[in-house]
Structures are given as structure tokens and as C-alpha cells.
């Protein structure tokens, strides 16, 4: 049955159509569009999932846009908390303190009544675990603890280019970016990124980024050692000869499918809304398409205007749209806008197969 995905369009902006935008009243409609959002049964409060981004950039989701959000869920009087997971590829937000300097630098957790809070913070609630399930590539997997007993989910995404998946949308923050760190770093072995060496300059850039120092540079070109590398891919997003790429494109293929088990398994854990509805609302921002945020460091990418905000209860129509949405815009192979030759295709088939949602939609503007 097809989905219903809510669609809010930026105004145009003319010849200004790739400066900064203000999607607030976006937002505000599509949370009432898709709503109405009560509080769940877990009684806690509500968790808006934003993107902090890395040292150094804006941040993906500003905290202006999380205030929006949290009250239009539940008021402006608090009961809503702002956070983001643990990296496993970045620096500034691989550990609690790193992530909350990083967060509190770029305005999160400001105000009192919409505190900011590690998710998978490993000093907090433990966290959720999410069965295997037969004939499965996971064997189990875990959620960040800050979902447990909370009393709705809002996932604010900003749809961006990622080196195994090709860009980000809702199932893969499901599955992914909401996971526990351990988990995060399960879901990312068996991807061995290789040099190729042919186009390796020995810039050093690669091993700057690489948290795990699993890259050195001999003679010249840098060498991946498989023993410590956890296949984060971060390194492949920086190098501007594009030289670093996976050994065996079935990883990748590999990844995307354990991705999306993780986030169709990861869907009965999530908060429960009233009469059994899914407490989960999730909304793919598809603003500041070509700033610094949604592009990786090097690629070469096709610049586009910003679309809108997209929003609905199940992640894959959402992403499907999403993606219909960039691919109408860009009149090219999405590719061509990440800069990674693979795309989240197989991945929403998956997690489609799997039972987590529908990729047929119905588009409704708001
Ligand atoms: S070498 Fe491995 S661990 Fe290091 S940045 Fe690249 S993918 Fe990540
Ligand atoms: S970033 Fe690319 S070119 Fe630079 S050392 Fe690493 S692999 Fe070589």
C-alpha cells in the first residue's frame, strides 16, 4: 500500500536559490501534517535526532530548526530532548566529550528546557538491544540507550552523500546513525578500503583523518593496514584523487543489507504513540544541498538548488521520495550529486523486503 510523504518546498529564491534557507515553517507544517503526536506509552521524553557534523562545519541540523520541532511536539515548555550518536569516523565526536564540545560549540543544549544528550553516551542508560533474526546477516544489534522508555522519536535528517551508501536518508539513520557505537562499528567490518596506489600522491590527508591509525605512507603512498582499520570509510571522503575505495564492491553490497536489517529490526523497539501508532516521525532535509555539510571534502559533485523538507511515519517511502525527489532535480544519476558510485537503492529494496515500510508513495504538498 502506498505511503503517505509529506512535502514542504522552499520558496524560490530565484538566482539565490543556493543561499541559506530558513525551513522553519516548513517544519512547523509538516509536524502537523503528520501528526498529532501525542506522548507514548514509554513516558519519557521526546528525542529529536539531529546532526551535529564535524568540528569546523555547521552543523547539518542548526539548533534553531530542533527548537522548531521540539515545540511543535510537545510545547514550549520542555519535555523534548536534542541528541546525536557517537561517530566511528570522526574526530571531535568519537566520544562523549568530544561530541558535547562539539555540540555545545555549534548552540545545542542552550536552552534549559531542550537540553542536549549523547545518545549512546556509554556512561548513560544501556543500550537497546535488537534481536537477530534467522537466516540474517546480523546476528543482533543495539540502539543507543537514550531510546529507552522515551516517549516519541523525531528524526531530523539532513540528506547528504555518505562513501558506502551513497547518501543518507531516514532508513539509514535509522539503522545506522542511531545505532549504539559498538553496533556502529559491527554494521561497518568487512568493508576494506584499498589505496590505489596508481593515483596516490602521498598528501598525508587520508592519515590525518583516519582515527584508528591504520594508514601510514611509505615511498610516497599511503598503505591501509586491515588489522586496524574498522572501515569507517572517512578516509575515502577526504582523498581528492578519489584513491581510496573499497576492495570488493560486496562489501558494500554487504553493508546496505545489514543496514537495513539493522533499522527493520531496530522499528519494534521504537517509542509507541497512541493506539499502537508508530511513535517515530522522520524528516529528510533537502536544504543546503551543495554547502558544506551535505557535500564530502573532495568529490567532485553537480551543484543544486535546495528543494525542500520532506516528512513521514515510514522511513522508506520517505527515502523513496527523497530520492525521486534529487533524482527529478538533477536530472542525472544521484551520483552525480554524491560523488559515490553507489546509491541507497538497494538498500531501501531491503529494508522494503524486510517489512520496515513501502517504497510506493503518494506525495502530498503542504
Ligand atoms: S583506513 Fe579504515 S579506519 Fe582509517 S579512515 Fe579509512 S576506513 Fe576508516
Ligand atoms: S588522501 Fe589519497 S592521495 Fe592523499 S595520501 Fe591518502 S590515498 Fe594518497
Not at 118 to 127: E, F, I, M, N
Not at 227 to 234: A, D, F, I, K, R
Not at 257 to 278: M, N, T
Request: aromatic share 4%; proline share 9%; hydrophobic share 45%.
Amino acid at each position: 500500500m502506498a505511503a503517505e510523504v509529506f512535502l514542504w518546498r522552499l520558496p524560490s529564491q530565484g538566482g539565490a536559490d543556493l543561499a541559506p534557507a530558513d525551513p522553519r515553517p516548513g517544519l512547523r507544517r509538516l509536524l502537523q501534517a503528520t501528526g498529532p503526536h501525542p506522548r507514548g506509552a514509554g513516558g519519557g521524553p521526546w528525542v529529536v535526532k539531529v546532526h551535529v557534523g564535524p568540528p569546523g562545519r555547521p552543523a547539518g541540523i542548526a539548533p534553531a530548526w530542533a527548537l522548531e520541532a521540539a515545540t511543535s511536539l510537545v510545547g514550549a515548555r520542555g519535555g523534548a530532548v536534542t541528541t546525536d550518536t557517537l561517530s566511528v569516523s570522526t574526530r571531535g565526536l568519537e566520544t562523549t566529550q568530544a561530541l558535547e564540545a562539539t555540540a555545545r560549540a555549534k548552540g545545542f543544549g542552550a536552552l534549559p528546557d531542550l537540553p542536549f544528550v549523547v545518545a549512546d553516551d556509554p556512561g548513560g542508560p544501556p543500550a537497546l538491544p535488537v534481536p537477530g533474526q534467522p537466516g540474517r546477516r546480523l546476528a543482533g544489534h543495539a540502539l543507543a540507550g537514550i531510546l529507552r522508555g522515551a516517549g516519541g522519536l523525531c528524526v531530523l535528517n539532513p540528506v547528504r552523500a555518505h562513501p558506502h551508501l551513497g547518501a543518507v536518508g531516514a532508513v539509514a539513520t535509522l539503522g545506522l546513525d542511531l545505532a549504539d557505537r559498538l553496533a556502529k562499528l559491527s554494521l561497518h567490518q568487512g568493508i576494506r578500503p584499498q589505496v590505489d596506489t596508481p593515483l596516490c600522491a602521498g598528501c598525508g590527508s587520508c592519515l590525518d583523518v583516519c582515527l584508528y591509525d591504520a594508514i601510514v605512507i611509505r615511498a610516497g603512498r599511503a598503505t591501509i593496514d586491515h588489522n586496524l582499520c574498522t572501515g569507517c570509510g572517512e578516509c575515502m571522503g577526504v582523498c581528492f584523487m578519489a584513491g581510496i575505495a573499497p576492495e570488493e564492491a560486496g562489501g558494500l553490497q554487504a553493508f546496505q543489507e545489514a543496514v537495513a536489517e539493522a533499522a527493520a529490526g531496530s522499528a519494534p523497539a521504537l517509542p509507541v504513540g497512541a493506539a499502537g501508532q508508530s511513535g517515530a516521525i522522520y524528516v529528510n532535509f533537502l536544504v543546503q544541498l551543495s554547502g558544506p555539510v551535505t557535500a564530502s571534502k573532495t568529490r567532485r559533485r553537480l551543484p543544486i538548488a535546495g528543494i525542500g523538507l520532506v516528512a513521514s511515519r515510514d522511513p522508506v517511502a520517505l527515502d523513496a521520495a527523497t530520492f525521486e525527489l534529487l533524482g527529478n532535480r538533477l536530472s542525472a544519476p544521484l551520483a552525480e550529486w554524491t560523488g559515490y558510485a553507489q546509491d541507497p537503492g538497494p538498500l531501501l529494496a531491503r529494508a522494503e523486503a524486510l517489512g520496515l515500510g513501502s517504497r510506493a508513495h503518494r506525495l502530498r504538498e503542504v
